[in-house]
Nanobody, 118 residues
Framework: QVQLQESGPGLVKPSQMLSLTCTVSGGSITTSDYAWSWIRQPPGKGLEWMGAIAHDGSTYYSPSLKSRTSISRDASKNQFSLQLSSVTPEDTAVYHC??????????WGHGILVTVSS
């Protein structure tokens, strides 16, 4: 059973960079057919897929966030990370890391609330 755990700061100032890390256990981020993803949910709104990194390191981003988003990985630590630049209060959300397979979300972390505020 794959388990994921998000970590990072819970408060980020406007215009700064949001950086989160997802630590994976029970499976390898280099396993084929898995897409290691970041998904967020702003307060009172629905889930938004932000992007993913595949087993071979290829990255995919939501068109609406592509210019501000970067996803990377450290295979030696079995971790993958999210960076979101130039944040505004509209980026306040619960951020989840998740693993996607062809049928949908296979597992995801509990999520971390990130508040953008001065």
């Amino acid at each position: 059973q794959v388990q994921l755990q998000e970590s990072g700061p819970g408060l980020v100032k406007p215009s700064q960079m949001l950086s989160l890390t997802c630590t994976v256990s029970g499976g390898s981020i280099t396993t084929s057919d898995y897409a290691w993803s970041w998904i967020r949910q702003p307060p009172g709104k629905g889930l938004e897929w932000m992007g993913a990194i595949a087993h071979d390191g290829s990255t995919y981003y939501s068109p609406s966030l592509k210019s501000r988003t970067s996803i990377s990985r450290d295979a030696s630590k079995n971790q993958f990370s999210l960076q979101l630049s130039s944040v505004t209060p509209e980026d306040t959300a619960v951020y989840h890391c998740a693993v996607l397979v062809s049928s949908g979300i296979d597992a995801w972390g509990h999520g971390i609330l990130v508040t953008v505020s001065s």
